[in-house]
């Protein structure tokens, strides 16, 4: 039986589906994506793929070819990665995308699908590779965003759990310092046995439009990021009650300007 090669829709196929695996394949790393690289990598590879098709005449040596010649340079033009590590995680991922959509094409031509079905199948494959990767690294991200906090006072260190937010951008009027949101009851005590100096400082994004909150402010605090702790000096302290802690994940919302110091 013989079959006919139609080389345009073999090339227009073949580029459609690299440039989709290196597509999934930087979503899924989170690389930055450039459309012209992307577009040269899908390109060289295709063109590289159908060279070889014609010149070699062992079906095995293409294969190896196309997987450890043509594939790793594609994935190359496309990231331009500068390590061997981050070379080798992007061939990977990229490698993967090709199997599951291959994979998919396959099953698709053999179940008889139009050209709409294959596309929705390819679809599906680019959102099975990236929306597990993503909701991993929203997790990781989560995750990171809580770190453990050291209060230095005058009397010794009080441990906390401190939450990164970006969205508090609270700031003192009298000195311009952020503002963290701290549960009452972890500072009141060292308030009171300090005698130190408490004052109010509005806010607007406490839950409600507007409103004041008791502020202090402390000698330092160590946010311990692994790795290289970050020391504030004078950080200020405004303290809120309990219902604003209520899913009890930390003590200290964190100021969204609190990395920048």
Known sequence: MEYGLYADVWFLTNFTMDSIALLAAGKVMGERIRVRRLLLGSFVGTLGSMFLFFQLADYALYQLCVHFLVNPLMVRLCFASRGRKAFLAQWSVTYLSFLLLGGLLEWGMGQGAGAGQLAL?????????????????????????????????????????????????????????????????????????????????????????????????????????????????????????ETLFQDGRCDVILNGKSMEN
């Open 121 to 241: 199948c390819l679809l599906g494959a680019v959102l099975f590779l990236v929306v597990p990767f993503h909701m991993l690294k929203w997790l990781k991200r989560e995750k990171e965003t809580i770190y453990d906090l050291l209060l230095v006072t005058k009397e010794g260190n009080l441990p906390a759990k401190g939450f990164y937010d970006t969205g508090n951008l609270l700031v003192d009027p009298l000195g311009g310092r952020p503002v963290h949101i701290i549960r009452k009851q972890i500072l009141w005590e060292q308030v009171e046995k300090e005698g130190l100096p408490v004052r109010l400082v509005p806010f607007h994004s406490l839950g409600q439009e507007s409103g004041l909150i008791w502020a202090v402010t402390l000698e330092g605090m160590y946010i311990l990021k692994e790795g290289h702790p970050l020391y504030l000096k004078k950080p200020v302290f405004g303290m809120a009650e």
